[in-house]
């Protein structure tokens, strides 16, 4: 049976205060209360001895003051068993897709943090099979990796890719988690995940746009606790998207202007190290399995030097950069290679030969780039022969990084191709070596791995 706690004494959209009548509540207690025959919650945010303000989980207009605070027995949970995939979670751990649950069995997603002996730093390389991601920005099992790009660099596309390489490749499952995103995009999302026969081998959690401060913030905990689910229990090895990381920084900021706490710089809370850090410490790998974070970051004005842009960046281990400019010019992933980067781009952990070949690749593009401008203005035939080279090189590797992919078959027409990574580092030596400086370059476009055709 609830204990009634107290009553409302003052009503805003994102925060109610409650007089208490000398029971107690906790930080993160739900509370509940009866409005026109339907039930509200309300989760504790701040205790100031008999107050409390609480940030309520849907729209309290026409809640009125005076009425009964009821404590609940339960705290803020989400389905803990092989259920989830397949599923739709809204940030509160209800199913939203029109499914249901045989067996409820209930996890707080607070869950705890790893101690520092459970946290395995030496996970293995997460290879993808995905050329261009493989070859510059290699992962470690456990990584938090940055996803930048605009609408229509196809972050879709890739996002299903990693999904359905990595279900083939280790049989492991992925989490998507939507904070703050647009309810026809989840939709969208759904429909091509059904249509690429992904949906029930992931599952998705919703804090849509539409919905208060409280679901974008929460969403990401609610992903957390699925993924978790699937690594210490299931022993995978798990791939969880977040997009977007930003928005859930964006709720807590409004939270917090609500709570009346005085924020820092460009209106951010104080406690942004810690309400991020909080999400980005559950990311990990221990001795049973991983979880391989993908987050897509909202970069306010372009501004790269924002406050919560650089808080989440301290966390990441590398980003991966979708530029339109590439788009443009046909080359899909649109990854660019100079923004793009991982903490695993060294010797001592992809070995000197992957090493020196990036680094090698790096200067033909960049040659590449200046020798674009020299023939815009004197032609082609006015550079030397080791430009010349470089040229017709870089223009090679340029579209042996393309990949037809599986998800995206029914639309290339192209059998999706996955590339061992000695198969990469094998052609991309081979290219620069000039083994096929005869080859035309339309035959590098959109293969799988070159050697021996």
Same mark, same amino acid.
């Given at each position: ?28 207690? @739900? ?10 919650y309300f989760e504790v945010t701040e205790e100031d001895g008999n ?44 199913? @939203? ?8 069995h209930r996890k707080d997603v607070y869950g705890r943090n790893l ?10 390389? &997460?290879?993808?099979? @995905? ?24 972050? =879709? ?10 279900? =083939? ?54 992903? &957390? ?11 995978? !090895?798990?791939? &969880? ?24 710089? #460009?209106?951010?809370?104080? #406690? ?6 909080? %999400?980005? /410490? ?9 979880? =391989? ?46 923004? =793009?980067?991982?903490?695993?781009? !060294?010797?001592? #952990? ?10 090698? %690749? ?18 082609? /035939? ?40 000695? !198969? %990469? ?14 080859? !035309? ?13």
């Amino acid at each position: 049976m609830d204990t009634c706690i107290g009553k409302i004494i003052s009503i805003s959209e994102l925060n109610v205060q409650i007089l208490l009548n000398g029971e107690k509540v906790k930080f993160h207690d @739900i509370l509940s209360t009866e409005h026109k025959g339907k039930k509200m919650y309300f989760e504790v945010t701040e205790e100031d001895g008999n107050m409390v303000a609480a940030v309520p989980f849907q729209s309290v207009i026409g809640l009125k003051k005076g009425v009964d605070v009821y404590k609940t027995d339960s705290s803020l949970s989400i389905q803990y068993s092989d259920e989830i995939l397949g599923k739709v979670f809204d940030s509160y751990g209800n199913l @939203i897709d029109d499914s249901h649950i045989e067996q409820e069995h209930r996890k707080d997603v607070y869950g705890r943090n790893l101690t520092m002996e459970e946290i395995n730093v030496n996970g293995g390389i &997460l290879w993808t099979g @995905i050329k261009i991601l493989d070859f510059f920005a290699p992962m470690r099992k456990g990584f938090k990796m940055g996803l930048l790009g605009g609408a229509g660099v196809g972050k =879709t596309v890739l996002i299903k890719e990693l999904i359905h390489n990595v279900y =083939t490749g280790l049989n492991s499952n992925s989490v998507f988690v939507g904070v703050g995103e647009r309810s026809r995009e989840g939709r969208e999302l759904y429909d091509e995940m059904q249509e690429a026969d992904l949906l029930d081998k992931m599952a998705i959690v919703f804090g849509q746009m539409g919905e208060n401060s409280a679901a974008r913030s929460k969403a990401v905990f609610s992903g &957390l606790t699925l993924a978790e689910y699937l690594r210490d229990e299931k022993n995978q !090895d798990v791939l &969880l998207f977040v997009d977007n990381i930003y928005r859930y920084v964006q709720a807590n900021s409004e939270l917090n202007a609500e709570l009346s706490r005085v924020p820092i710089e #460009n209106g951010y809370p104080a #406690n942004i190290a810690t309400s991020v850090a909080d %999400v980005e /410490e559950r990311i990990n790998s221990t001795e049973k399995g991983s979880i =391989t974070s993908f987050q897509a970051i909202y970069i306010p004005a372009d501004d790269i030097t924002d406050e919560a842009v650089q808080v989440i960046s301290s966390h990441l281990d590398g980003q991966i950069v979708l530029d339109r400019k590439v788009a443009e010019k046909g080359l899909y992933p649109a990854v660019d290679v100079f923004q =793009t980067s991982s903490k695993m781009i !060294d010797i001592e #952990n992809v070995g000197e030969r992957h090493y020196r070949l990036v680094e090698e %690749v790096l200067r033909y593009y960049a040659r590449y780039r200046d020798l674009e401008e020299i023939i815009a203005v004197l032609g082609i /035939e006015e550079l030397s022969m080791a430009d010349a080279r470089i040229f017709y090189r870089t223009r090679k590797l340029r579209n042996y990084f393309t990949q037809p992919m599986f998800v995206a078959e029914n639309f290339t027409g192209i059998p999706g191709q996955f590339v061992d990574i000695d !198969d %990469v580092l094998q052609d991309v030596e081979d290219i620069l070596n000039g083994r096929y400086d005869d080859v !035309d370059e339309a035959k590098f476009l959109y293969i799988g791995k070159f050697g021996g055709e």
